[in-house]
């Protein structure tokens, strides 16, 4: 399985960070997201440096970029409901999807919005009372396990 230290890293820390930070105060704020991204930066640059597939890094890059300025356009944009630490956190779960290709990044963008189990929780986000973040975490966790390792 690839760079296990970064889905270590952005899914488990981000499972407490989504489940705990979002559901009870309903934002994300910078300083619970930035350092996670960081380390996650990190350990893909040391990835690239150490196994010299400097490809790794820019395709995680690319693909977090791409999301994320999808769903930072929801979030001005739009009633979707999402705030900027929800796209941050769907940024840095799609920098870390990346190492598993075009893919696992596509199915996190569709499954929050036209997936059974999750389409109606999303749709939720629209409320104040309801955090999106969970429901990030889970599109993730349902795309690794469509794509695979």
């Known amino acids: 399985m690839p760079l296990v230290a970064v889905w270590l890293v952005a899914l488990y820390a981000d499972l407490l960070l989504a489940v705990v930070v979002d559901i009870v105060t309903r934002r994300l704020p910078t300083p ?3 350092p996670r991204a960081l380390a996650v930066g990190e350990l893909l ?3 690239a440096v150490a196994t010299g597939q400097a490809r790794t890094l820019v395709t995680a890059a690319m693909q977090a970029g791409v999301l994320g300025g999808g769903n930072l ?3 001005i944009g739009g009633d979707s409901g ?3 630490g929800d796209v941050r956190l769907a940024t840095l779960l799609d920098a870390s999807l990346g ?3 075009w893919p696992a990044v596509l199915w996190d963008g569709l499954l929050p919005y036209g997936s059974p189990p ?3 929780p999303a749709s939720r986000c629209r409320q104040p009372d309801h955090a999106c973040g969970p429901y990030l975490l ?3 966790f349902l795309s690794v396990a469509l794509v695979g390792p």
């Open 32 to 34: 619970t997201v930035v």
């Open 45 to 47: 640059a040391g990835h």
């Open 73 to 75: 356009l929801l979030a």
């Open 82 to 84: 999402m705030g900027v």
């Open 99 to 101: 190492t598993l290709g």
């Open 118 to 120: 999750l389409r109606s």
């Open 138 to 140: 889970a599109s993730a």
